[in-house]
């Protein structure tokens, strides 16, 4: 439940107490929302704008003090603090008004106290200000008593002369009464009492005169306070009305009367005659019909329809919780139509119930905008209900056809849109015979509409495929699920075409399968594509085998021969280089310097030849095989980048044919060249695994991590060349990222 905070204002100049004030605030459970105002002036100027509960207010501030403000304050109480214990400024704070004095310490144990002492001003002054207007309406009774007394005492002398005229007859009047009749001094003693008020109590006359109310145990506790609100008026002359109470009959049941009473004078002496009237029929017919009531208002407002009533101009005496809420309603009652809707829509509402109340029951239908913002479409039935001495009223009953009518416009679009679909649409019974096909199922086809109703689908069927995918489908819609597949069907001219289609049940519903569903698009142009794009790239890998094949012996050839032509003629020319050297003088320094950096010069050839032959094709490859080579290259890597590698084998040896070896041989360099130039990895892992299928190639790092960007980009060659050569051998290649966590290689190459 949501807590009413009151409103409070804290005048404080020091900076220290204020944030020591709002940091208790907000670590306790203070139930005030708070201003701080730091000087006199400023506090002056928020109340003329604002309301508060309460001030709190420090004594001491830099443009005056809190007698300044209090000065001026009417109606909002105050509690001042400050750090000097000064009794005499205690004693004028009083005086002026302030509701307590709190003195602060230097801890600020002080604000522990604050609630407690704000919340005790609050109560006493808004008890103060409820005895003020309570002594000010008490003057203004008493002065409109003592004239209500004065005219009270006229009419009473000239009453006193009739009653003495006619005392005789009023005594018989008395004892004749149906109702009980009572007469009791003004402290409530009874005095006498007729045949009924012994009858409704069960106690004689005797037994009456002398006692009151209470010593009977007429009346329950939590009556006395009107039982003496009536002898209170009893002592000042004054009649009461007509009050309810419950008393007790001398056998113990409870009885319901109605009393009233009447100050009247009876031989110069003022006495009180009571009339009580037994309520115990009445009660238990307005019990009955109220009951009945409730029924009808409840059995109303949970009718799932608007019911109202109006009368012949057109105000509503009845309208239900549905129609009230439906239209936000409140206070219907005694109002028209004219008070909840617009004129045009009223308008025409008045003027059905003007034919209703010439005796033409209506069927109206239409729409209107309810609370929500929503149209709603209703459908009234409006009556006309016949009451006593021609009367007649309007009835009515309006039922909430929304859903009816959206579904009705769904349907119709619904229907538009099977009919226009660029889809074959098709619906069979149980039993697979068609019942509905749309102008496309025509239109692909050849069957018209006429043709195809009451036939089976099979009807389509070119005979080309297995029965088992018949099945297949029968089985799965049977058991109210969806099927999509491929059918190679014939049209009426006898032409082929594909379709691709999906198969469902339609439910009614208590979940029941009704009816089968067919979507289906011609696929012919597509599957000839498709046969014409898979012929293209078998072409196109067997293109790529066999260049990659001639490429590796070319590789191969000029790698050999780069190494046994050009090294060889390295090799002599550094032997030829060494024969001058021997016989050539060592007394020129200079000269020696010159051989020995040609020397050098032929040395660097050598090896940059050998790296040369290793890259067109390492020998290591053709004679030691894929996974020595692995070991070597990862090796030289490592060396070479100060990248740390771990290689793992499963199992740990095993073969790899020759075109394979190659293949993964160029991935290996390719993945660990991008390492090298993009990861900033530490840390490679290389797992080589063959199993049933074929051979399982991962590569993980743990460098900046490959970003979809990266790995989408058209111009990434290095990524493209690793997917055509992954392809050529119908292998599978993924690559994924993790910002700052690495990159992950997994390639797949099958046996098959």
Known sequence: MKIHKKQLLLIEDDKIDQMAFVRFANNNDFHY????????KEAKKILETKKYDIIVSDFFLGDGNAFDI?????????????????????????????????IKDINGQYLNLLPITVNNAIIRFRAEQELKEYHENLEVLIDERTAELKLEIAERKKAEETIRSSEERLKILFESAPDAYYLSDIKGKFLDGNKAAEELIGYKKEELIGSNIFNLGLVSNNQFSKVTKSIA???????????????????????????????????????????ARDLT??????????????????????????????????????????????????????KSVYDFF?????????????????????????????????????????????????????????????????????????SAAVKQSPSVIAITDLKGRLEYVNPKFTEITGYTFDEAKGENPRILNAGEQSNEIYKDLWTTISAGKEWHGEFLNKKK?????????????????????????????????????????????????????????????????????????????????????????????????????????????????????????IQLRPEMLDK????????????????????????????????????????????????????????????????????????????????????ENQINDKSSFGLMTI??????????????????????????????
């Open 723 to 752: 997917t055509e050569r992954v392809n050529k051998w119908n292998g599978t290649f993924t690559i994924s990222g993790e910002h700052k966590k690495g990159t992950k290689v997994e390639i797949t190459i099958p046996f098959d």
């Open 70 to 102: 209090l000065k001026d304050l009417k109606d909002t109480p105050m509690v001042i603090t400050t750090g000097v214990g000064d009794e005499g400024v205690a004693v004028k704070a009083m005086k002026l008004g302030a509701y307590d004095y709190l």
């Open 624 to 707: 030691l095989g894929l996974l020595e080579t692995i070991k070597s290259e990862v090796k030289k890597f490592e060396e070479r980048t100060g990248i740390n590698c771990e290689v793992q084998f499963k199992p740990d040896i095993f073969e790899v044919e020759y075109d394979r070896s190659t293949t993964l041989y160029r991935i290996l360099m390719e993945v660990l060249t991008n390492i090298y130039r993009y990861a900033k990895a530490s840390k490679v892992d290389i797992k080589f695994e063959m199993n049933n299928d074929g051979y399982l190639f991962t590569v993980n790092d743990n460098g900046v991590g490959i970003t």
């Open 493 to 613: 001219n006898g032409k082929l075409f594909w379709e691709s289609a999906s198969i469902s049940a339609i439910f009614n519903n208590q979940g029941e399968i009704i009816n089968f569903l067919k979507v289906a698009e011609d696929i012919t142009v597509r599957k000839q594509a498709e046969e014409k794009l898979k012929k293209s790239k078998e072409q196109l890998r067997g293109l790529t085998k066999y260049m990659d094949a001639k490429f590796e012996e070319e590789k191969k050839r000029i790698g050999k021969e780069i190494h046994d032509g050009i090294g060889q003629l390295l090799t002599g020319l550094k032997m030829d280089l060494q024969w001058i050297i021997n016989k050539w003088p060592k007394e020129s320094e200079q000269l020696n310097n010159k051989f020995t950096s040609m020397k050098n010069i032929i040395d660097i050839g050598v090896k940059e030849v050998q790296k040369l032959s």
């Open 281 to 334: 029929r009445r009660k238990e017919a307005e019990k009955e019909i109220k009951e009945s009531e409730n029924r009808f208002q409840a059995f109303m407002n949970y009718m799932p329809a608007g019911i109202f009533i109006k009368n012949a101009d057109g105000n509503y005496l009845f309208s239900n919780k549905f129609n009230n809420d439906r239209f936000n309603i409140n206070n219907i009652i005694g």
């Open 33 to 40: 929302n708070f201003d701080i105002s730091g000087s006199v």
């Open 342 to 414: 617009p004129k045009e829509i009223a308008d025409g509402f008045t003027i059905e119930d003007r034919k209703v109340l010439n005796g033409k029951n209506l069927i109206t239908e239409g729409s209107v905008v309810d609370k929500y913002g929503k149209l709603f479409y209703y459908k009234n039935y409006i009556f006309t209900i016949e009451q006593p001495e021609g009367k007649k009223l309007i009835g009515g009953i309006s039922f909430d056809v929304t859903k009816e009518k959206i579904a009705e416009k769904e349907l119709l679009k619904l």
């Open 233 to 275: 008026n009893s002592l000042l002359g004054k009649k009461s009305g007509s009050e309810e109470f419950t008393l007790k009959h001398k056998d113990g049941h409870k009885i319901s009367v109605e009393i009233s009473t009447f100050p009247v004078k009876i031989k110069n002496k003022m006495v009180v005659l009571g009339i």
